[in-house]
């Protein structure tokens, strides 16, 4: 398969042959092919699939911007192997200067689940987005969450939109047209993402799979040049107000993530609540004293516990709440007049 792919002079072009991306479809069957070969060839391609090229494209890149050494979460969090005894949780985990986490899981359930979580978490001296790529692919679909979610809240903080998100707009803008709005969303979750985010469901292809790591690439890249870019906080409440700003993310994602439900399946409720807290969102217990409630209040139950809810606003959002033929202003304002 000779698939060279190229939007723009700004994409990533893939190289033709090494990161070909294997599909996790079924093909159309040819008018001269029986049902039964077309399976065979659905069950080749799909068995091929995987996130790790994803990851391996990462970590050479990142290596070329700092220097990436092993987090101590490496010797506990490596692998795993589901209840099912086939379904395969890989993790990876890394620090560098201006990294305080660098961390991967990549869940291989063959043809039936592929998951890639991929993120990095700056050190507190650096007030960087979160570098944010979750992806989950079934057999037929796929659900992707790809950002630079911001450390802090773009709308009220125009300087810190400005600072990070301006130069990148173009580019969030031309993946916005290949990978469409995915839809209604928990509201929530919008407060954690940025005016570039990618969030979009596609059925399984080669095409949407070669966009998808075409942005991953290139959204990785541009995270890695604001890293380098990025000067040092020195003032104690500055540092203070990031440290507050990834504990409350880090809060969020450790009891609302989407992904839990699944987790729990494969693991067991100890070892996902381990894994969530202790290697995903892993930060929890040094960046802050504050609890889920003290920063989301409305999830209080009567009895004082935890609303197991996901949304309490619920979803909405059918269309991009960004306006980006505004530039950097923001539609979501209109929609959302009490964004934090
Ligand atoms: C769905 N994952 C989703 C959705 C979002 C995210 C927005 C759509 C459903 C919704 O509106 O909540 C991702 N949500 C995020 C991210 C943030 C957020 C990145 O608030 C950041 C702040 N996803 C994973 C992992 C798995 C996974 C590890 O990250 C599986 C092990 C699965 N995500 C998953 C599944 C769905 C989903 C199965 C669809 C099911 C559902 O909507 O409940």
Redesign the pocket.
Same mark, same amino acid.
């Given at each position: 398969m000779e698939h060279c792919f190229c939007f723009s002079t700004t994409m990533t072009i893939l190289p033709a042959t090494k990161h070909y991306l294997p599909i996790l479809t079924s093909r159309s069957c040819t008018s001269g092919s029986t049902r039964r070969n077309c399976n065979r060839a659905a069950f080749i391609e799909v068995s091929a699939f995987s996130y790790q090229n994803f990851i391996d494209f990462a970590l050479n890149e990142t290596k070329l911007h700092t220097n990436l050494s092993p987090s101590p979460l490496q010797d506990k969090y490596r692998s795993l192997k589901a209840f099912d005894g086939k379904t395969q949780l890989q993790m990876l985990s890394f620090q560098a200067p201006k990294i305080r986490l660098l961390r991967s899981?990549n !869940?291989d359930a063959g043809e039936t689940m592929q998951?890639l979580?991929f993120a990095a978490f700056p050190t507190p001296q650096y007030d960087l987005p979160i570098f944010?790529a979750?992806f989950?692919s079934s057999s037929s679909m796929n659900?992707v969450?790809l950002d630079l979610?911001p450390l802090h809240d773009v709308i009220s903080h125009m300087d810190y939109r400005e600072k990070y998100y301006q130069s990148l707009m173009p580019l969030g803008s031309m993946y916005a047209e290949l990978l469409p709005w995915g839809g209604k !969303?928990?509201s929530e979750?919008l407060r954690?993402f940025s005016p570039i985010v990618l969030?979009t469901k596609f059925t399984s292809s080669s095409y949407h799979h070669n966009v998808l790591y075409s942005a991953f690439m290139d959204y990785y890249k541009a995270w890695l040049q604001l890293m380098q870019q990025a000067d040092e906080d020195v003032d104690a409440s500055r540092i203070n107000c990031n440290c507050e700003a990834q504990h409350k993310?880090l809060i969020?994602?450790v009891e609302?993530?989407?992904?839990q439900q699944?987790?729990k399946k494969l693991i067991g409720e100890a070892n996902a609540k381990d894994l969530l807290k202790n290697f995903l969102f892993n930060g929890i217990d040094e960046l802050g004293s504050k609890t889920f409630l003290d920063y989301f209040p409305e999830y209080q139950c009567a009895d004082g516990t935890i609303n197991d809810k996901?949304s309490i606003i619920g979803?909405s959002f059918e269309s991009r709440p960004w306006n980006d033929s505004e530039g950097m202003s923001v539609r979501i304002q209109k929609i959302w007049p009490t964004n934090p």
């Open positions: 899981l !869940i998951v979580d944010c979750n989950f659900i969450v979610n !969303i928990t979750s954690f969030w993310y969020w994602r609302k993530d989407p992904g699944i987790l996901r979803k």
